[in-house]
Protein backbone atom coordinates (compact mmCIF):
# COMPACT_ATOMS: atom_id res chain seq x y z
CA UNK A 1 0.00 0.00 0.00
CA UNK A 2 2.55 2.25 0.99
CA UNK A 3 4.83 1.54 -2.73
CA UNK A 4 1.13 2.53 -4.00
CA UNK A 5 0.68 5.33 -2.55
CA UNK A 6 4.43 6.73 -3.43
CA UNK A 7 3.86 5.80 -6.90
CA UNK A 8 0.33 7.94 -7.16
CA UNK A 9 2.51 10.46 -4.90
CA UNK A 10 5.01 11.01 -8.06
CA UNK A 11 2.64 10.49 -10.75
CA UNK A 12 -0.11 13.31 -9.69
CA UNK A 13 2.67 15.71 -9.29
CA UNK A 14 4.21 14.67 -12.94
CA UNK A 15 0.94 15.06 -14.25
CA UNK A 16 0.16 18.47 -12.36
CA UNK A 17 3.43 19.82 -13.98
CA UNK A 18 2.28 18.53 -17.70
CA UNK A 19 -1.05 19.78 -17.61
CA UNK A 20 -0.45 23.19 -15.89
CA UNK A 21 2.57 23.87 -18.97
CA UNK A 22 -0.30 22.87 -21.32
CA UNK A 23 -2.70 24.75 -20.02
CA UNK A 24 -0.65 27.68 -19.62
CA UNK A 25 0.76 27.58 -23.41
CA UNK A 26 -3.28 27.57 -24.73
CA UNK A 27 -3.86 30.26 -21.96
CA UNK A 28 -1.03 32.41 -23.84
CA UNK A 29 -2.50 31.22 -27.29
CA UNK A 30 -6.03 32.51 -26.61
CA UNK A 31 -4.97 35.94 -25.25
CA UNK A 32 -2.67 36.31 -28.17
CA UNK A 33 -5.76 36.04 -30.26
CA UNK A 34 -8.51 37.54 -27.67
CA UNK A 35 -7.25 41.09 -27.61
CA UNK A 36 -10.35 42.90 -27.01
CA UNK A 37 -10.47 43.41 -22.57
CA UNK A 38 -12.49 46.13 -21.22
CA UNK A 39 -11.24 48.01 -18.09
CA UNK A 40 -14.04 46.69 -16.10
CA UNK A 41 -13.63 43.13 -16.89
CA UNK A 42 -9.32 43.68 -16.77
CA UNK A 43 -8.69 42.44 -13.20
CA UNK A 44 -11.31 39.30 -13.25
CA UNK A 45 -9.68 37.84 -16.29
CA UNK A 46 -5.87 38.19 -15.49
CA UNK A 47 -7.26 36.61 -12.06
CA UNK A 48 -8.98 33.76 -14.19
CA UNK A 49 -5.67 34.03 -16.51
CA UNK A 50 -3.20 33.09 -13.48
CA UNK A 51 -5.36 30.81 -11.79
CA UNK A 52 -6.80 28.76 -14.68
CA UNK A 53 -3.18 27.01 -15.16
CA UNK A 54 -2.99 25.73 -11.46
CA UNK A 55 -7.02 25.17 -11.21
CA UNK A 56 -7.20 22.96 -14.04
CA UNK A 57 -4.14 21.12 -12.94
CA UNK A 58 -5.84 20.20 -9.73
CA UNK A 59 -9.13 19.62 -11.05
CA UNK A 60 -7.16 16.90 -13.13
CA UNK A 61 -5.15 15.41 -10.90
CA UNK A 62 -7.92 15.09 -8.53
CA UNK A 63 -10.95 14.06 -10.88
CA UNK A 64 -9.28 11.92 -13.19
CA UNK A 65 -5.88 10.65 -12.07
CA UNK A 66 -5.77 9.87 -8.60
CA UNK A 67 -9.06 7.95 -8.70
CA UNK A 68 -8.01 6.18 -11.77
CA UNK A 69 -4.95 5.50 -9.96
CA UNK A 70 -6.25 3.51 -7.12
CA UNK A 71 -9.01 2.21 -9.04
CA UNK A 72 -7.35 0.57 -11.57
CA UNK A 73 -3.25 0.12 -10.66
CA UNK A 74 -2.73 -3.09 -8.80
CA UNK A 75 -1.01 -3.06 -5.24
CA UNK A 76 1.91 -4.83 -5.50
CA UNK A 77 2.68 -4.09 -9.17
CA UNK A 78 6.23 -3.79 -8.52
CA UNK A 79 7.23 -1.19 -11.09
CA UNK A 80 9.73 1.42 -11.25
CA UNK A 81 9.21 5.01 -12.69
CA UNK A 82 11.57 6.04 -14.63
CA UNK A 83 13.83 9.40 -14.46
CA UNK A 84 11.70 11.73 -16.17
CA UNK A 85 9.02 11.00 -14.05
CA UNK A 86 10.88 12.19 -10.84
CA UNK A 87 11.88 15.29 -12.77
CA UNK A 88 7.95 16.17 -13.72
CA UNK A 89 7.37 15.81 -9.86
CA UNK A 90 10.11 17.85 -8.97
CA UNK A 91 8.55 20.27 -11.31
CA UNK A 92 5.27 19.69 -10.55
CA UNK A 93 6.38 20.05 -6.11
CA UNK A 94 8.63 23.66 -7.34
CA UNK A 95 4.84 24.90 -9.29
CA UNK A 96 2.58 24.15 -5.78
CA UNK A 97 5.53 25.48 -3.39
CA UNK A 98 5.48 28.79 -5.59
CA UNK A 99 2.17 28.91 -5.97
CA UNK A 100 1.56 28.28 -1.87
CA UNK A 101 4.67 30.92 -1.73
CA UNK A 102 2.53 33.40 -3.61
CA UNK A 103 -0.78 32.89 -1.84
CA UNK A 104 1.10 33.80 1.06
CA UNK A 105 2.59 37.04 -0.36
CA UNK A 106 -0.90 38.46 -1.48
CA UNK A 107 -2.83 37.07 1.58
CA UNK A 108 -0.48 39.01 3.87
CA UNK A 109 -0.56 42.12 1.34
CA UNK A 110 -4.20 41.86 1.31
CA UNK A 111 -4.49 41.87 5.10
CA UNK A 112 -1.89 44.96 5.06
CA UNK A 113 -3.97 46.96 2.71
CA UNK A 114 -7.30 46.04 4.80
CA UNK A 115 -5.42 46.97 7.75
CA UNK A 116 -3.96 50.87 6.60
CA UNK A 117 -8.21 51.25 5.34
CA UNK A 118 -10.05 53.20 7.76
CA UNK A 119 -12.92 51.35 8.56
CA UNK A 120 -15.71 53.18 7.17
CA UNK A 121 -14.00 53.40 3.73
CA UNK A 122 -13.68 49.39 3.22
CA UNK A 123 -17.27 48.84 1.37
CA UNK A 124 -17.17 51.54 0.02
CA UNK A 125 -14.05 50.91 -2.25
Do not use: C, K
Amino acid sequence: MTDLLIHTTIVSLAWFAGVNALVSVLVWVILRRWRQVTEHSRPSVLLAIRLLPAAASMLFVAAVLVPAQLALEPRDAGETLGWLWYAMAAIGAALLLRSGGRALVVARASRMLTAEVPTGLQYRL
